[in-house]
């Protein structure tokens, strides 16, 4: 039955081929007012064949051929459409088999049926998800730019109203999408697939893979998607991760540029109702025939994404796709990117937390006055005065993040962080005053929709909050104001004033959005380089995100009197302000539930797949597989716990266990009290024998050091355990 399967299944494939070879002659012949043809890769043929003259003038000559060879090869009662379903859904189950990231978890809420998730496209662009394009009805028509300045919504929500909340489906516009370059930490590729027609979009997707072997095995694992590229990120040295969210959809007449702090997960879009993110949109009209822009004449937001796409080792038909479209609508924004890696001289003033400085001057809403930061994140760093004082002296636009003043305007007489600053006598005092940062409390995430199992993306270990460096006064609870929502936003909101004509303040505003959370690994590290001596800037991760300064009628307006609401038409405020303060009855995250406690998750997300691994060595490889995986099986891993001794030594290879050490029962004990793994562990176990060699000690009714000293370790293993059961 099986082969049988195979065989027909090997049948219809040649078949779907032979079809889309002959539509391809067809298509050859089709103008086209995207790139001359000489100059168009096969990617970009894709988008050709989607101009309004193209489709009209090949429409019919394709169907009667179509015809033609239907009935020559006898294929005339195939259904087309179907056969390329099918052969997309084996391939994405194929996929899924090895998943290419960590693959979408069972969700405590029911997800949205499919009939839900393909209705709910936007009015004047229907989702379509069946199949190949029909050429006698699939018409395009033009219509204005949905968004030509940008625009910045939130995800929309199961269970909750609707209001300046955007779909997925809105915003990749299935139905007009040619070409989707897509970058994500996590993804889904089988729910990915159901929002995009998949028959006639052609995919890059940016993906993480450090070790050149797994680069092999997601190219092997597509190897049989003719739609999709790949493209990885170089991963070199201490870079750990490619975080950053990025979508460039082209489109016949436009590109739409989409920043969001969400991944490519159901959970992340709403679809759960138990998450929200915020996502940045731009339309960008298409360049006349034969026009394109030049690299070093694009606004700084064209340029910084370019430079972006470059350094990600993006493809250059994509890069030269890009330059066919008109960047004019983005010279009042910033795009602001961390590229993973070391980076010495210009290169690094142009990434992570100096590149943040930059666009901020760039936009001319640098200021040497103190400012107000508001950091809504999803992830905690070891923070501490000295990288506060960085990522607010960048939001200042000075250029290093050191204090220094930047080139032009005027130096207050008190710089908040400068060197005049009582910030190292003062610090918690003055971060009180001037940053703040909104974080959910244990309590907040309990009580939200979807409970602590839903809270998995929401990090911050608990021995940097208990840090006696950690700013505990800035810290705020985060609570969205769509009741019982948690949040994986990463949104930054800037308020202070400058020094325009004269003497004279003015306001000035601007937020940022994006992928980067409040950490180092996000905004990077300044250090020496040990060979140059140089400053080189260090990132550990791949970010990127956008600033968007507010517009202001400043009359009338005094330079000290803008609060959050200044941010409530452009950006949105979609959580509450100003948040409670964590020492003012709010429990702190230090007296998190003892379950969460020492691993950089509030509530360990869907860690129901876990139980369904009884092999504790299973369990152990799927912890080394992933960072994300590792924090959701740790708990299992460590629930129950047995310990044996050996009254003897044994022999591995002809070397004793614990060669160079110690016995594995004594290694295995001191890594029990020293580290924060007995969190977990409800069963504990302790057996085999023990060989007392002190027998001097027992004839003279004394009990040795060495149980005693076992009885002391065992005992302060013991102490650590606060959801231990039985032992």
Known sequence: MGVDQDVSAVRNLKLAIALSLEQSQSNAARPTNFIPASQTSPLEQEVKSSSPQSRTNSTDAAVARSHDFREASGLSQLDRKAMEKERLARIAARTRQRSISPPELTRNSE???????????????PVKNNGLPDTQSDTYTSAPLQYPAGIVKRTWALGHARSNDIKIEEVLQSDSVRIAVLSAFQWDTEWLLDKINASRTKFVLVMQAKEEAQRQEYLRETQNWPHVRLCFPPMLG???????????????????????????????????????NSVFLIDLPRLSDNQRMVRGELTPFGEELMYFVDAMGMQEDVKEGLLKFDFEKTKHLGFVHTIGGAHLGEKGKRTGFPGLGRVVRSLGVQTEDPIHIDFAASSIGSLNDGFLRTIYNAAKGQEDGSGAPSSGGKRSKS???GKTSTIKSQPAEEMKDYFRVYFPTDETVHRSTGGPNNGGTICLQSKWYDAATFPREIMRDY??????LLSHNKIMYVRGQQYGEGDAKRPIAWAYMGSANLSESAWGKKVTDRATKQAKLTARNWECGVVIPMPMDTSGVSAGALDMNVFKDIIGLPFEIPGQDYEQGVDKLHNFSPRTRGVPLIGMQNTQHSGFIDDVADLARVTRTSRVLHYMTIPRLYENVTLRSYDSIRYVDGRPEGFGSGSPFAMALNGLVTRSVTDYIKHFRLWGDWKEADVQNLAKGRIPDSSLLLNVAVRAAIDKMPMLESF
């Open 111 to 125: 997800r949205p049926n499919k009939t839900r998730r393909l209705n709910c496209g936007h009015p004047s662009s």
């Open 238 to 276: 201490q870079v750990s991760c490619m975080h950053s969210k990025l979508m460039l959809l082209f489109h016949a007449e436009y590109l739409r540029v989409v920043v969001p702090s969400a991944n490519l997960v159901p959970y992340d879009w709403g679809e759960t109702g138990v998450m929200e």
């Open 415 to 417: 710089d908040f962080f």
């Open 479 to 484: 609570q969205s104001k769509r009741r019982g």
